[in-house]
């Protein structure tokens, strides 16, 4: 298997359907960087030409300007809306939430245009399209999986349908939260709360919604961010069940069960 | 003596409207310090809004019971209203139920309907004051409405049980004066409600019946009147701007922050120093962010005077969830206080005179803001199409970029991304690593 980046397309003269944009966590954070590995794969078993930005990429500017900090997510924006728009991309898939709603809902305020789709839609349109075929016998066949709807993806763009479809491929059984959908809980890391300490309470948000998940009985919690993934892991551990329920990103859950 | 009364009452009327009237002004007046935002577009969709949201009030439907509830109490006392306008003129005119001879035998249909409404806006209300009195729900007895607020919340539901009970009991003397054909009382056919209600009167003599009938006439008219002029002082005051507010929602998805042009342009000079040779140099200095109540912009000032303090947001968000000290409607409330504050400034002294205060830190703390997820949970739940997120987001900016007040750990997030690219300390290089391990 070969990732190539956008440079080497571009010295060959050659465009491919879709850019992969990585995000930070999933070029960085150990966790993370498996469910990069994850979507990857993937996409290289359906045959879609993709390529990543690698050393060229840089944070799309979400935390500094949640955490208020204008100046340098103008500079990370218009950097890498200049790097887009250079190398002509039209079409962005990301495993990241965060990422997503940035380039899809920001950046075209500051000349940038593109196609941004967030890895479960692209995955369930795959899935629609035939592309992905699962195996019979899944490894998930029959097992109780709960959904964590991430805030970037549901309230902050809408999308409830598009994860929860690609998680009936797995011939699981899907059982919902009481706090789903539009009314789910945060996992605490939005708003750049990811990159200070939390501010003191009674609890951790992310306890909160890790305890919340576990009772549903569920032996797989389904995320579509790697930093609910992160926080909600901890959440897991807490509660002292990382034995038996493990977080899984919807992209994991899918490279381990097609065909 | 009839002469007297339809003075008194015009006086009283005039009166009503003139202190409404100049109180709206000073509300509208308030709004207006807020800063400039361009709000007109997609009027259609705007409309559509209006519609959806506050007529419909689609958000209260989440949760179905409650909703029905407020609607009977909304429709009903919208509705009922309408009666007011017979009242009125009948009060101006002295005339006696005027709209008879006109509506005919649509008339007792109407009253009839209208006291149907009244019984369940006297339901509706006596419930509510259960579940937050009795039952104590979570989201009113939180310490956002210690004092004032939680008086205000059941001023305004007993005021409007009295003002329905008034209305019954003035439309069932009214009845049983019809029975006996008091001349007077002009026959309307029966009223639904209190057309059953006439035995209870069937003791009164004429005289008083005649008195409690004009005294309920009276009292409910003047406790119309006086509503009216509690509502710019109270949260009940979003039966009128929820509609407004409405129409100035974001047709955004909530998850895009507003762009900040100024900054995008200093950004831009600095990465492309050819530009910013050529570039017209500006003496003014731009704010960055908002300290104050005049620093948002007018919607955030709007979204303000209509909250009604329902706690829905609060009740959703995580940091408050999970005991910090964030509250979004306490953000709003705060919002509301310091900018009533600014208005009684302006009042006094003809133009706002420095008062050493402002929004951030005499009303909203750092802390507050720090515990913020941006997670649109508070904006999602908000019936009238608040967003408590915008003024957090627009403080946290004026922190930021005015003050240099971050948390350490932010600090050294902003100068990771500044120089790594990534808000963690780790090197360009290794950005790709994840895909060289794969390629072998």
């Not at chain 1, 103008?74 to 809306?81: D, F």
């Amino acid at each position: 298997m070969h990732i190539k980046t956008m440079a080497e397309y571009a010295a060959s003269g050659e465009t491919p359907e879709v850019l992969f944009w990585v995000g930070c966590a999933g070029s960085f954070d150990q966790r993370a960087q498996k469910i990069t590995k994850a979507l990857a794969t993937i996409l290289e078993k359906v045959g879609i030409q993709f390529a990543i930005l690698g050393k060229e990429e840089s944070c799309t500017g979400d935390p500094a300007r949640r955490a208020g900090n204008e100046f340098i997510f103008q500079m990370m924006a218009q950097n890498n809306i200049q790097l887009l728009n250079m190398y002509g991309v039209k079409k962005i898939v990301t495993a990241c939430p965060h990422c997503f709603n940035t380039l899809k809902n920001e950046y075209p305020a500051l000349g940038g245009n593109y196609e941004v789709i967030h890895h479960t839609t692209f995955l369930q349109s795959l899935i629609d399209e035939g592309k992905i075929k699962m195996q019979e016998d899944g490894t998930f066949k029959g097992k109780k999986i709960t959904y964590h709807d991430s805030c970037y993806l549901g309230r902050a763009n809408n999308i409830y349908e598009a994860p929860r479809k690609v998680l009936e491929t797995l011939d699981a059984e899907l059982v919902e939260m009481k706090r789903c959908r539009s009314k789910g809980l945060c996992c605490g890391a939005g708003g750049a709360q990811m990159f200070k300490e939390e501010e003191k309470g009674s609890n951790r948000i992310n306890f909160e919604r890790g305890k919340e998940a576990v009772d549903t009985g569920a032996s797989v919690i389904a995320s579509n961010c790697p930093f609910c993934m992160t926080m909600l892991t901890d959440g897991v551990k807490e509660v002292g069940k990382e034995e038996t329920v493990k977080v899984l990103d919807i992209a994991e859950l899918i490279a381990s069960s097609m065909k | 003596m009839q002469i007297v009364q339809e003075l008194l009452f015009v006086i009283l009327f005039g009166l009503a409207v003139y202190l409404f009237t100049k109180k709206a002004r000073q509300i509208r007046r308030n709004i207006l310090l807020g800063q400039d935002k361009d709000l007109s577009d997609y009027p259609d969709r705007r409309w559509k809004n209006v519609l959806l949201l506050a007529f419909g009030q689609k958000k209260m439907f989440r949760n179905p019971l409650v909703a029905i509830l407020h609607f009977f109490v909304y429709a009903g006392f919208l509705i009922i209203n309408l009666e007011i306008l017979e009242i009125i003129l009948d009060g101006i005119l002295g005339t006696h139920r005027l709209f008879v001879p006109v509506l005919g035998s649509l008339y007792p249909i109407l009253i009839g309907l209208f006291e149907v409404l009244a019984v369940l806006v006297t339901l509706g209300c006596a419930i509510f004051l259960i579940r937050r009195n009795i039952l104590k729900l979570k989201r009113f007895i939180s310490k956002d409405l210690d004092g004032w607020p939680r008086s205000d919340a059941n001023y305004i539901l007993i005021t409007e049980i009295a003002l329905m009970l008034l209305f019954l009991t003035m439309d069932t003397a009214d009845q049983t004066m019809q029975l006996r054909g008091s001349p007077h009382y002009i026959t309307t056919g029966n009223f639904w409600i209190s057309g059953m209600l006439t035995p209870i009167f069937s003791g009164m003599s004429d005289a008083n019946l005649l008195m409690l009938e004009r005294s309920c006439w009276w009292l409910h008219i003047v406790g119309v009147l006086s509503f009216l002029n509690y509502l710019p002082y109270s949260k009940h005051l979003h039966i009128i701007l929820a509609f407004p507010n409405a129409y100035y929602a974001t047709l955004e998805p909530v998850g895009e922050m507003e762009n900040m042009p100024a900054v995008q342009h200093e950004v831009q000079l600095m990465l492309q120093p050819d530009l910013a040779a050529n570039a017209p140099v500006s003496d003014v200095v731009p704010k960055f962010g908002a300290k104050d109540v005049m620093d948002l912009t007018w919607k955030n000032l709007l979204d303000a005077y209509s909250c009604t303090e329902c706690g829905r947001c609060s009740a959703a968000c995580p940091a408050n969830i999970t005991g910090k000290v964030l509250s979004p409607r306490k953000i709003m409330m705060d919002t509301r206080d310091r900018l009533e504050e600014v208005g009684r400034n302006i009042q006094a002294n003809g133009t706002f005179t420095d008062d050493n205060k402002t929004l951030l830190r005499n009303y909203i703390t750092e802390e507050e803001l720090r515990a913020c997820t941006t997670c649109n949970a508070c904006v999602q739940e908000c019936p009238v199409s608040i967003s408590p997120l915008d003024i957090i987001v627009q403080l946290r900016r004026h922190l930021v970029m005015e003050e240099s007040s971050a948390p350490t750990e932010w600090t050294g997030m902003f100068s990771n991304i500044e120089n790594n690219m990534a808000p963690w300390k780790f090197s360009m290089d290794d950005r790709d690593k994840w895909a060289a391990e794969m390629n072998g």
